[in-house]
């Protein structure tokens, strides 16, 4: 079983930066960060290898939101620069089961998630 607790959501003005935080309880060997904005369906944004550190990213927000995790804190962050309106989502953490390997982007591959935290980027 793997809990996760996100924190860091906010308002911003676009162009400004957020930084969520994402801690986990359990195991898993994969991690992502989704958004899913008001009247829209949930959409990955980023995902990452706990050991190794790959990553991908959604085509949205390569080269402005960088994903990455801390072992030792058994926490991943998502760094968000540049931020535009159409970012303006709540924002949830997921891990798939340990014994799933695959990076992915897709909501059905994750088995856990958090609470989700709430981004705004005002124009």
């Known amino acids: 079983q793997v809990q996760l607790v996100e924190s860091g959501g906010g308002s911003v003005q676009a162009g400004g930066s957020l930084s969520l935080s994402c801690a986990r309880s359990?195991?898993?060997?994969?991690l992502g960060w989704f958004r899913q904005a008001a009247g829209k369906e949930r959409e990955g944004v980023a995902s990452?290898?706990?050991?190794?550190?790959?990553?991908i990213y959604d085509d949205s927000v390569k080269g402005r939101f960088t994903i990455s995790h801390d072992n030792a804190k058994n926490t991943v962050y998502l760094q968000m620069n540049g931020l535009k309106p159409e970012d303006t989502a709540m924002y949830y953490c997921?891990?798939?089961?340990?014994?799933?390997?695959?990076?992915?982007?897709?909501?059905?591959?994750?088995?856990?998630w958090g609470q989700g935290t709430q981004v705004t980027v005002s124009s």
């Open positions: 997921a891990a798939r089961r340990i014994k799933f390997r695959g990076l992915s982007l897709h909501q059905s591959d994750y088995d856990y």
């Open positions: 990452i290898y706990t050991t190794s550190g790959i990553t």
């Open positions: 359990g195991d898993t060997n994969v």
